[in-house]
């Protein structure tokens, strides 16, 4: 784990509302695996960090995708190229990808397009032949930047791709991998329990100390889902028990 001084080099935006952040951070860039976070904070910030999946990495430079759904949100999309944000990472479980895995399908609600370029560069590595299943409320919400051997779209109002949901319009495959709003996470349990999901909780610390990340379990307890998570297997979570507003689902 890492803490960088990392200035802000690019601004781009990829659906109505979403913008992707770049900024240099060799040592997290270098490290980082798909499903790990950042827990980032600045000068005249919140006082917590805010947490956010490391989208792309070449190695020097990590980004970060976001839409500004509160103050924290509102003040980094208002920040300049070269001002400086403080980056703690890599944190968290990111996804395993087996050795001689021969299909993945990573499926993705809105935001939770965040892990998924990693993952879609993990998978391929790994030998996998991936499908990115992309779903949102309507057609300009979609993110521009999906990659992989095939590429599917849903939408609530079937403005584009298939009508209807992510998890209703995605093929099997042996690997299942999943980040979005967490009923659309609990779909996805329900049809793959194998599935290795990224979930959304609040955070305080991001370290394991605060406990403030709480995921109930169907064993009973609870993790941490800074440190134990945020990658689950989709059968272990309880998902009654867990929120299923937070902010993945502002958009999806
Ligand atoms: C492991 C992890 C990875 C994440 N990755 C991303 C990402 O890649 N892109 C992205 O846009 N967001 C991501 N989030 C959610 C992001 O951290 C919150 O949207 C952000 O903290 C909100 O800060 P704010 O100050 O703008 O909002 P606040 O003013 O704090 O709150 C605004 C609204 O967002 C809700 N909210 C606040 N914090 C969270 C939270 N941690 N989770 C869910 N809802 C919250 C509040 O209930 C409120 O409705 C991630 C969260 C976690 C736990
Ligand atoms: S956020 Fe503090 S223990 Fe997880």
Redesign the pocket.
């Known amino acids: 784990m890492f803490l960088l001084d990392a200035p802000i080099t690019g601004r781009r935006q990829v659906a109505r509302g979403m913008f992707v952040i770049g900024m240099q951070a060799p040592e997290i860039a270098s490290t980082v695996r798909a499903g790990q ?1 950042v827990n980032l904070g600045w000068s005249a910030g ?1 006082l917590l960090r ?6 792309r990495s070449d190695g020097v430079h990590i980004e ?13 999309l208002a920040m300049d190229v070269g001002e400086h944000i403080s980056c703690l990472g890599p ?2 479980h990111g996804f395993e990808f087996g050795a001689g895995t021969r299909t993945a399908v990573l499926i993705s609600g809105g ?1 939770g397009v ?2 998924m370029p990693l993952a879609a560069r993990d998978a391929r590595q790994a030998g996998a032949r991936v499908t990115w299943v992309h779903g949102a409320r309507t057609a300009v919400e979609l993110c521009s930047e999906t990659e992989g051997d095939e590429i599917l779209w849903a939408t609530d109002d079937g403005s584009e791709g298939a009508r209807g949901t992510a998890v209703a319009a995605s093929p099997d495959a042996e690997l299942v991998l999943a980040c979005g709003p967490n009923r659309m996470l609990a779909a996805v349990a329900e049809r793959w329990p194998e599935a290795q999901v ?6 305080g610390c ?1 370290t394991g100390v605060c406990l403030g ?1 709480a995921v109930p379990l169907q064993r009973g307890g609870y993790d941490r ?2 440190r134990e ?2 990658v689950y297997r989709a059968a272990d979570i309880d998902w009654g028990a867990l929120p299923s ?6 958009t999806a």
């Open positions: 976070f919140p805010r947490p956010f999946s490391v989208y970060v995708v976001l839409k500004a759904v509160g103050e924290g949100t509102r003040q980094l944190l968290g935001l965040a892990p990224a979930v959304e909780t609040y955070m991001g990340c889902a800074c998570g945020p507003h937070l902010a993945y689902a502002v």
